[in-house]
């Protein structure tokens, strides 16, 4: 028997910080539209796909808010989520959240699931946010996602959608093998992760390969080690003097990349992803129940970062 579902990573190229929402919803609209040709059932756009990488700067509050979307869909986004339901087409959407929660107003690095009758069936709230709160000069640019974001607070869920178990990380959410046996244990077979990953560190020389490479590791073990596909989507290019990685990719669950991008521009990529193609894994070399033995895996101290075995808590 096989579950397939055909996947379109719509990688985006550079999105200038004065581009207008409308400008980039028509670039994603006309993405999804190749992916509706080409067969697509859910069309994968990246992390803070709406707008530049504003976490690049140091901003006020006013200019930050600015980047933020304070209703989903809003009055900009509504052609897309029409655009969907018009091709019959579900998709997922990285963007800044700012939303009010128990009188508090709150900002979060988003991603949503929204079903093919365009309906938002999942949201997941970036948990891992890299880089720093404060301004550091000595940065060539700055990556202040911990000033401009709230930890997330949704968990790692996973929905029951187009036919089988889908999860959402976000971008540094990948370097984490935890966040994918999160994942994993729910039985998840389908994994979209939206990044915004500059090519160059901002603090210290790392060959550009590396960080190419570590993208693709990251992702490929995710997926190999919890049998489940992973579709990784770029905002790529040189994006406000930053150079942005490319290299969206469609990954098997035997790790397996099958669709790769060769721009840094927009580009969609397609792969018929079999969510059966896990099963064999999950069944024998991942089976958790049988192989997995949690009571040895030690007591994590928080305090000292140690794993020490059981009973020699210091
Ligand atoms: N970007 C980068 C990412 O995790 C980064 C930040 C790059 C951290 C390389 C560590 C090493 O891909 C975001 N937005 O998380």
């Known amino acids: ?4 579902v055909t996947v379109a990573a719509a990688q985006l190229g550079p999105i200038a910080r004065d581009e207008p929402r409308a ?3 028509a670039r994603m609209i006309a993405l999804m539209r190749e992916a509706a040709e080409r067969s697509a059932d859910l069309v994968v756009y990246p992390e803070l796909a709406l707008t530049t990488f504003f976490p690049r700067w140091l901003l006020d509050d006013a200019e930050a808010d600015a980047f933020f979307e304070a209703e989903m869909p809003g009055p900009e986004t509504r052609p897309l989520f029409d655009e969907a339901a018009a091709l019959g087409v579900g998709f997922h959407l990285g963007y800044a959240e700012l939303t009010r929660e128990e009188g508090e107003t709150r900002r979060f690095n988003t991603a949503i699931l929204v079903d093919k009758a365009g309906a938002v069936v999942g949201k997941y709230r970036k948990v891992h946010l890299p880089g720093h709160a404060e301004h550091e000069p000595e940065r060539e640019f700055q990556h202040l996602e911990k000033r401009y974001f709230e930890v997330g607070n949704l968990g790692f869920p996973v929905w029951e959608a187009l036919g089988g178990r889908v999860g959402m990380l976000i971008c540094n959410d990948r370097r984490w093998p935890e966040a994918f046996r999160v994942l994993g244990l729910q039985g998840v077979e389908l994994v979209l992760i939206g990044y915004n990953t500059p090519t160059l560190n901002g603090l210290a020389f790392e060959p550009p390969h590396r960080r190419a490479f570590h993208n693709h590791l990251s992702m490929q073990a995710g997926a190999y ?14 994006e406000e003097g ?3 990685l490319g290299g969206s990719a469609i990954v098997s669950p035997n790790g397996e990349i099958v669709a790769q991008a060769r721009s840094v521009d927009d580009e969609v990529i397609v792969a018929a992803c079999d969510l059966d193609d896990g099963a064999f894994l999950k069944s024998s070399t991942f089976n958790f129940a049988a192989h997995r033995r949690t009571e040895h895996y030690g007591l994590i101290v928080e305090t000292t970062g140690l794993v020490l075995p059981r009973g020699k808590a210091p």
């Not at 028997?1 to 397939?4: N, T």
Request: aromatic share 4%; glycine share 12%.
């Open 1 to 4: 028997m096989s579950r397939i």
């Open 242 to 244: 930053v150079d942005m």
């Open 23 to 25: 400008a980039v919803v």
């Open 225 to 238: 080690q919890n049998g489940a596909w992973v579709v990784g989507v770029a905002k790529a290019g040189r």
